[in-house]
């Protein structure tokens, strides 16, 4: 057989240009690409953000008005749900919640749904957890949903919400918000089926909204006892070995240090984090006095953040119910409450030049 005289050159070529994508892929954050992740079915089904969906929540009376009247609680009942007439039977269904459990005066709570809290095969159409919230502490209804579209747009790791009215056995209970619950499949969606860990740092008691000690909550390094980080390790998503902890707490000294930043840091994720955070003025988070509100994503050492919860956003967590003085807060000065030194995650954003100007 007679080899073609440009065989030579396309091969060459084909070889260039594998070598040019793979390039490209492992530095497409620095070249400001996005790598698509795992597409997921729920995405348009449930948060097609172009119309109001509709759920219905299909429940024995008394089982509902026990899970209501112990709210507190936040014990999961059984339940069938249908969204936007696709139906799902044996779901889990609870209150959602801390300190905003006990201001809600009427029955009217948020909720969260495990579609495999019973069934660990179940999911809608891939999705594992939806919150359903009802925005009571929001008038506007929007803070939420601008905030996580902020995020998403800038290249943010973020859930995925849309509106819904819900009912109760076919009687309408309220409007509320559809959010996507940050875990296995939201992690799968945005990082790939190889994702890493998910913590939810707090410390606000389950009963009652009680704080606690905080300080591992703001990511401080308080030594290689696991006690000492109980406000993470007890609040991680996922299940977790001695290893992984014994990474994050290395990746937490290491932050805390300040050296080698990149090694435990996706310092453009975390930028990316805190240029939409600090705008937005949000108090019930890392940089206010209660410092939750937040995921922490750990990934072979390397940790992230994840925005959680926005409906106190743009003021609305003030003390003095004004958020008029917070318009022209300084955003190299971000914080609401407490020492920039007492928020690692943050500080070294404002300690080198080159942070600073990729912030700015």
């Known amino acids: 057989m007679t080899k073609h005289p440009y065989t030579d050159v396309v091969c060459w070529v084909l070889v ?68 936007d007439g696709t139906a799902l039977n044996n779901v889990g269904i609870r209150t959602k919640g801390n300190s905003s459990l006990s201001q809600v005066t009427t029955d009217r709570y948020s909720f969260k749904v495990e579609f495999d809290h019973y069934d660990d095969a179940q999911n809608y159409y891939g999705l594992d957890k939806l919150c359903l919230n009802n925005l009571i502490q929001d008038n506007t209804y929007l803070k939420d949903y601008i905030c996580y579209d902020m995020f998403r747009s800038i290249g943010v ?24 619950g940050i875990e296995e499949a939201f992690a799968e969606r945005n990082f790939g089926s190889d994702y890493g860990l998910l913590y939810k740092p707090d410390s606000m008691n389950g009963q009652g909204g009680g704080m ?38 290395a990746s937490i000294k290491q932050l805390n240090e300040g050296a080698n930043l ?13 240029v939409v955070h600090n705008f937005v ?18 990934d072979d050492g390397v940790l992230s953040m994840i925005p959680w919860d926005y409906n106190l ?25 407490g020492q920039m030194e007492d928020r690692p995650m943050l500080s070294w ?10 912030y700015h």
């Open 212 to 249: 606690s000690n905080s300080d591992d909550t703001k990511l401080l390094y308080l030594g290689d006892d696991y006690d000492s980080y109980s406000h993470i390790f007890d609040n991680a998503t996922f299940s977790i070995t001695d290893a992984d902890k014994d990474r994050l707490i």
């Open 16 to 83: 260039a240009l594998t070598l040019l994508a793979a390039v490209v892929f492992v530095n497409a954050d620095q070249l400001g690409i996005t790598i698509s992740r795992t597409e997921m079915p729920y995405v348009e089904k449930l948060f097609d953000t172009n119309m109001v969906h509709s759920i219905d929540i299909v429940v024995d009376e008394d089982d509902w008005q026990n899970l209501l009247d112990n709210a507190q609680e936040k014990e999961y009942i059984t339940c069938s749900i249908v969204i």
């Open 313 to 337: 956003a743009f003021g609305g967590f003030s003390s003095g119910g004004d958020a008029t003085s917070l318009v022209n807060y300084p955003i190299d000065d971000p914080l609401l409450s």
């Open 157 to 180: 790791a973020a859930p995925l919400c849309s509106y819904t009215t819900l009912t109760v056995n076919g009687t309408y209970f309220g409007f509320y918000m559809a959010v996507e």
């Open 349 to 358: 954003i404002f300690e080198e030049d080159t942070y600073l100007e990729r």
């Open 262 to 274: 990149e090694e435990v840091l996706d310092i453009d994720a975390v930028i990316r984090y805190f």
């Open 281 to 298: 003025l949000n108090g019930d988070s890392y940089t206010g006095n209660m410092i939750h509100n937040y995921y922490l994503y750990e």
